[in-house]
């Protein structure tokens, strides 16, 4: 039993007390309930895997965006972690195909360029389709640091690049705004046209 | 002490319990410090009122903004309140002055666009100094609504109409934007220089 608790309290957001709880649940649900959540464990590890294109999670060679026709060829949207795909892919707004780099560039991380995604990222540049990438890393500092080197990574391609706005949030108030946040929605205010 | 504590009841923020509390700690104080209370409550309404210039609260005739020479004339920032103001004045990014409108537009709460402050922008625009007018009014539904009335309603007047930019706001994380600001961020992409 402190097996299981130890190992449930590993998980990310689940502390001690959400451990024994879970465990404590586990052991009074039906063995067939069980047998699901081992199997689903099982087969996420034995079937999950990344795409060979974009290196968002896929279930075979390429992701389902990969896969599908549809999906515009032209532009790029590069993010850090597979669930930004899953976030960007709700607000339907996008239909190009995405780069996942698998992280963010920090040196206190002992993250650097070569353990990322970029050299990847040059290969599917290679075929000249690409007009634009968009740059959708997280918006704080190793984010940024992320699309400044990705943008000079990239310059001189002939390839439009651009970054997600920084702004108010929709629905809120302007002052309920951070400082920093207010200040960037000045700086990219735009023309608005009558 | 029932009166008292309905006053304060009717106060924005506070509920019954919280007036209730209110109440009694005012009853333990010295007199003295109800007495600064009660001074500092009839001075705002004596003394606070709406700058001519801009309606922003005034000590005197004109606002402190409206009354310093330093400030840009050439661009306003047009907010619903005075309290926008104060947040905009905490980023230190604008250097030019204020229009207060006193709300926004909002049919369900019956009030119109003369019911704001319109028509007296309309006379400070006219001596022809202005180049730039930002609208920020709340990035919600009747803040939106009073930037498209304000744009339409300064066209063709050869002054660059701007509005404060949606996105993501700074420090955070891409995946938990609400899909609405994060198409936003899309829609309102900026050219990255590298």
Chains 1, 2 share one sequence.
Do not use: W
């Amino acid at each position: 039993m402190q097996d299981l608790i130890d190992e449930l309290g590993r998980l990310p957001g689940v502390g001690p007390k959400s451990a024994q709880r879970i465990a404590f649940h586990l052991l009074q649900s039906d063995a067939v309930d069980v047998q699901r959540l081992t199997d689903a464990l099982t087969q996420v590890k034995a079937k999950v895997r990344f795409c060979v294109i974009c290196h968002n999670i896929a279930e075979s060679e390429q992701c389902r965006i990969c896969a599908d026709p549809r999906r515009d060829l032209t532009s790029i949207c590069v993010v850090e972690e597979p669930k930004d795909v899953v976030a960007i892919e709700r607000t339907r707004e996008f239909r190009g195909r995405y780069h996942v780099l698998g992280g963010a560039i920090s040196p206190i991380d002992g993250i650097g360029p070569d353990d990322l995604t970029f050299r990847e990222l040059m290969t599917r540049l290679a075929s000249g389709e690409v007009t634009e990438i968009i740059i959708a890393t997280d918006p704080n500092l190793e984010g940024e640091a992320t699309a400044s080197y990705l943008a000079r990574f990239l310059k001189g391609m002939g390839i439009k690049i651009t970054r997600l706005a920084s702004g108010l949030p929709v629905g809120g108030d302007l002052e309920y705004a951070d400082e920093v946040t207010l200040g960037r929605a000045f700086e990219g205010r735009r023309l608005l046209d009558a």
